[in-house]
């Protein structure tokens, strides 16, 4: 079929029980973009997938199926408008009020994190026809203050090259790549085309897109790709710059080799032009590294660098003649037992307070008909001194504040013999703040949901997720984040980061503070609202 571009966008209603059609468009007889959807009539919608076609409007694109024809009413189906379509009820049951989700479709892996003028740039991996993965965009969306996102328009759509896999971004400053226009520095997106997924088969690279309005919109670099294939699973590219070493880093996860996972790290002056000079191994854990720096017990004349991978393993080290010594690790960062637990943080670039802002995909399914998955919270980091070394730690970042409705209850220094269940009433949204010293275990039930604690081992032990404390076990203090499908704890002075996908039976809403022989020095629990207008 034959369909003439109107309006900025394409509204495709979408049913996860309808059959799959490989969608392709095709511009005077060129391939120029392709996904796979599952269209229906309008009215067995589960939702309307947009999809932005604002570069071709004016224009006649040819769309045809790759292998079983269209539906014979796809064009009845399909509708132009000049707006996004109408946004999903941000209200519905299973959606998070505190943490971000696409409105439609499927969520996974943060990517290309900076700020500029103002703005909290996330990108992330998206499929906006489906609430599984496939079809890898990158996801758009910005924030004043971390918490409060407008999604935009979809940034990187999938090309000849392969579909948009994961990467970071850079705000660079200097112009060293050369690629700046007019009174914005270049914002450069780095991501691995992913060949596999493309009609015609090819291999992973790496490339860039350039933006040089802002980051209002980005243009793929004409001398794409900047590094070619060097090893089969090469992806997710990291940049970061090396102050010290006046030169730019980048980390890419290469392969599998035996029990290790290898990375390797490039340098480049320009941006453009790479050179691989180390490898890095890590047991057991690949994809989606990131490489950072970070002042020692916020001391910035004594500075460590941070290497870590997907699932929060990590390595301490610093640079030696430009190469990267291990001091310590690996290490682990947050708890991934169990499921439902983050995965693939990333950190943001050119933060102009000069924090370590962090933000992680938070696994574990929502079952709504219209998105998936969702963003963990947005956590500060810092690197500690403790008796057994440096390790990583996490906090809420201090913005979470502004969304405390002044609805708390708060008590201080008590004794614990039995149930404290009628001191504070159950929240859907909010914060816990529990110290306490206990010489018998102590249990939080949120919800249904268990959380120990116990002295005789130190651990803290939440549904089938494990944690130790590796300072005094019989002291204890948490912070707790609850949200419609999840929970955060940061214990241990950070060193703990929990974060546990969890679907709620509205019916167990309560909280149940239980345990003997414990002195509670402080039991906060406050009220928090939700992050969508």
Known sequence: ?????????????????????????????????????????????????????????????????????LPAAFASWLRQSDTPA????????????????????????????????????L?????????????????????????????????????????????????????????????????????????SCAPTAAPFTQCLAVSTDGGVSFQKYAGNPVIPRVAKENRDPKVVRDRQGNRWLLALYLEKRGDDHVFGLFESSNLLSWNKFQEVTLPGTGECPDLFELPVD?????????????????????????????DSGPHEFFCRQGGGNPYAAQTWDNVPDGRRLQ??????????PRFNMSMALPVELTLKTFADGLRLCAAPVAELRQLRTGQEQVWRNFELAGFAEDRAAAVELGEIELEFTAGQPVTLAINGIELVCD??????????????????????RLHLVIDRTSVELFADD??????????????????????AAARIATYAVRELRPVWA
């Open 359 to 368: 933000m992680a995909w938070h696994l574990g399914a929502i079952p709504s």
């Open 298 to 326: 916020g001391d910035s004349g004594n500075r460590r660098w941070v290497f870590s991978a997907a699932d929060g393993q990590y390595r301490v080290g610093h640079f030696d003649h430009n190469r990267l010594v291990g």
């Open 86 to 121: 109408a946004p999903n009820d941000v209200s519905e049951a299973l959606r998070p009020q505190l943490h971000f989700s696409s409105r439609r479709g499927w969520l996974n892996d943060p990517n290309g994190l900076f700020f500029y003028d103002g703005q909290y740039h």
């Open 494 to 515: 950070g060193r703990i980061y929990l974060c546990k996908r969890l679907l709620f039976v509205p019916e167990n809403r309560c909280l149940r503070l239980s345990g």
């Open 123 to 195: 990108f992330y991996q998206h499929n906006p026809f489906s609430v599984d993965w496939g079809n890898m965009h990158w996801g758009h969306a910005v924030s004043p203050d971390l918490l409060h996102w407008t999604e935009l328009d979809d940034a990187l759509y999938p090309d000849a090259a392969g579909s948009m896999f994961s990467g970071s971004a850079v705000v660079d400053a200097s112009n060293d790549s050369g690629l700046g226009r007019g009174a914005h520095p270049p914002i450069l997106l780095f991501y691995t085309a992913a060949g």
């Open 1 to 69: 079929m034959h369909l003439k571009i109107t309006a900025d966008y394409l509204h495709l209603p979408v049913n996860r029980t309808a059959g799959t059609v490989a969608c392709r468009l095709h511009l005077d007889g060129a391939l120029v973009r392709y996904f796979d959807c599952r269209p229906c009539p309008p009215e067995d919608a589960d939702f309307f997938a947009c999809y932005s076609v604002k570069e071709f409007r004016g224009r006649e694109l040819a769309v045809t199926a790759a292998a079983d024809p």
């Open 455 to 476: 002295p005789a081992s130190g651990e803290i032990r939440f549904g089938n997720a494990v944690h130790r404390q590796a300072g005094n076990r019989n002291h204890f």
